[in-house]
């Protein structure tokens, strides 16, 4: 169980860090990802089927999803349609496209060579599956770390946090908000070439909740794993999609049947945006109390300390 939850949330893993890109760095919530997700797989399979390699695939996949990206950058910041209308206009155009490039709903792959197969043959598909991800997912971490330590990457991080401030000291802000767009798409579809290759086939529904899913891990990941560092922001996906996938598994494993998965993706997402809410009024309360406590006690000692005085320079 624990196994196959490593592998699978590390397939993921660009997911979840597709979503923190836009959701984290840029503060916008963006519902591309349930377009972006399923136009990968869309990509990568109709290609693989058509006598490409695996990472070939892959690699197409996440520049298609860079592309669905540019749209919505496009749709937010020339057209200034809002953000969230810009992503359910591309989701939306997206499913048609979906449809064009696999021929129907669902396409499977028949013989074709995937990812896990140019790994050892004597390796369990478990194993394949973590090596695999290890490195798919090493290379993204890594790659981001480098350029969030360039100009490139500051600037990125500073429109996410001030755009009028960041445009003031000439940052093309509707330029890094595309770029963040599609870098963010881009992720995100490759995540979906690599659990299609998994999976052993495309479908045009694999996209429903992948947003509810990425959301839990970010949320997750900072819940088990926090820190200021971009590096450590950046595990923190990681763990958080791999924590997620454990989580899902073991409610697979008490008997919830897989209709459900939906359903037990919403609970989950409630429960980590609630948790930190309820630890930080807890945290609150007890130190308004502990406050409190001090401020009587000063009371106490000011009240102990006056009485003595007050006898001895009183008349009586």
Known sequence: MLISSLGQGLLWAPLAIGVFITFRILDIPDLTTEGSFPFGAAVAVSLMLKG????????????????????TGI???????????????????????????????????????V???????????????????LIVTGIVVTILY?????????????????????????????????????????FIALSGALIAQSNGYADIGMGI???????????????????????????????????????????????FPPDDLKILSAVILVIVICVPIIQTRIRTKRQLKKYLEQMEDKADEGITSEAPTKGILSRD
């Open 146 to 186: 480098l350029m969030f330590k360039t100009r490139l990457g500051l600037s990125l991080m500073a429109t996410g946090n001030n755009k009028n401030m960041s445009a003031a000291n000439g940052i093309n802000t509707d330029g890094m908000i595309i770029f963040g767009y599609m870098i963010s798409n881009g």
């Open 209 to 255: 909740g992948t947003i509810v899913i990425g959301l839990a891990s970010v949320l997750v990941g900072e819940i088990f794993l926090r820190g200021h560092n971009i590096l450590t922001r950046l595990i923190a996906m990681v763990v958080g999609a791999i924590v997620y996938r454990l989580l899902l598994t073991v409610a697979m494993g008490l008997g």
């Open 115 to 133: 990812l896990t197969e140019y790994l050892p043959a004597g390796w369990s598909l478990e194993i394949q599956t973590i090596v695999l991800g």
């Open 75 to 113: 749709l937010d910041t020339k057209l200034h349609i809002p953000s969230l209308l810009a992503g359910i206009l591309t989701m939306t155009g997206l499913y048609s496209i979906n449809m064009h490039i696999m021929g129907k709903s669902n396409v499977p792959l028949l013989n074709e060579k």
């Open 52 to 71: 490409q390699s695996a990472i070939v695939a892959a690699l197409a996949g996440f520049v298609a999803g860079c592309l669905a990206g540019l749209i």
